[in-house]
């Protein structure tokens, strides 16, 4: 059984900075992709950023140039550092684990950007 729990959310004023953590537990191959993902009110979850086992990255369009994902390996955590946040990043960030062709989530974390 594999479990996420994510850390760091919050409220924050617009222009300031959030790190999100989440930590992995179980049975996890050592080749996968940990991501973030958010969903706001009245609308479709998007991928923010994602890494690989290996390193590789990948960025939403709005994510890129602001946000920063990272992650240990040796933990199983994956890092989101968010910075000059915009109201419109304000939504629920869940914690993503890819393993082959089965997908994990985390219980989710709220981000609220004030203007």
């Known amino acids: 059984q594999v479990q996420l729990v994510e850390s760091g959310g919050g409220l924050v004023q617009a222009g300031g900075s959030l790190r999100l953590s989440c930590a992995a537990s179980?049975?996890?191959?050592?080749?996968?992709?940990m991501g973030w993902y958010r969903q706001a009110p009245g609308k479709q979850r998007e991928l923010v950023a994602a890494i690989t086992s290996g390193g590789t990255t990948n960025y939403a369009d709005s994510a890129k140039g602001r946000f920063t994902i990272s992650r240990d390996n040796a933990k199983n955590t994956v890092y989101l550092q968010m910075n000059s946040l915009k109201p419109e990043d304000t939504a629920v960030y869940y914690c993503?684990?890819?393993?082959?062709?089965?997908?994990?989530w985390g219980q989710g974390t709220q981000v609220t950007v004030s203007s």
């Open positions: 179980g049975s996890i191959f050592s080749v996968n992709t």
């Open positions: 993503n684990l890819r393993m082959v062709v089965f997908d994990y």
